[in-house]
């Protein structure tokens, strides 16, 4: 079993800064792919950024150029980092994992951590 911790979420004013990171432990076989999802009030849970493991990266485009994912395959980590945070990044952001094991992906979630940006 994986499990994701997460860490850094807070509250920023527009135009700020958070970092967000994640940590996976467990019984982790192969990691395919690790990245940040976000859930408004209201909205469905979108992807904001992945990244493999050899470092292709996907961005959502509300995010590109403000945001950067990076991953440390040896602990197992990603960050997340944000810059020209807006009001709209305002959400529950998840950390995702994807592990392949016995010919299959498996999806794990971290708990979720707030970010609040503020006007």
């Known amino acids: 079993q994986v499990q994701l911790v997460e860490s850094g979420g807070g509250l920023v004013q527009a135009g700020g800064s958070l970092r967000l990171s994640c940590a996976a432990s467990g019984s982790i076989f192969i990691i395919t792919r690790m990245g940040w999802y976000r859930q408004a009030p209201g909205k469905e849970r979108e992807l904001v950024a992945s990244i493999t493991g050899g470092g292709t990266t996907n961005y959502a485009d509300s995010v590109k150029g403000r945001f950067t994912i990076s991953r440390d395959n040896a602990k197992n980590t990603t960050t997340l980092q944000m810059n020209s945070l807006k009001p709209e990044d305002t959400a529950v952001y998840y950390c995702?994992?994807?592990?392949?094991?016995?010919?299959?992906?498996?999806?794990?979630w971290g708990p979720g951590t707030q970010v609040t940006v503020s006007s």
């Open positions: 995702n994992l994807e592990e392949f094991r016995g010919l299959r992906f498996y999806p794990y």
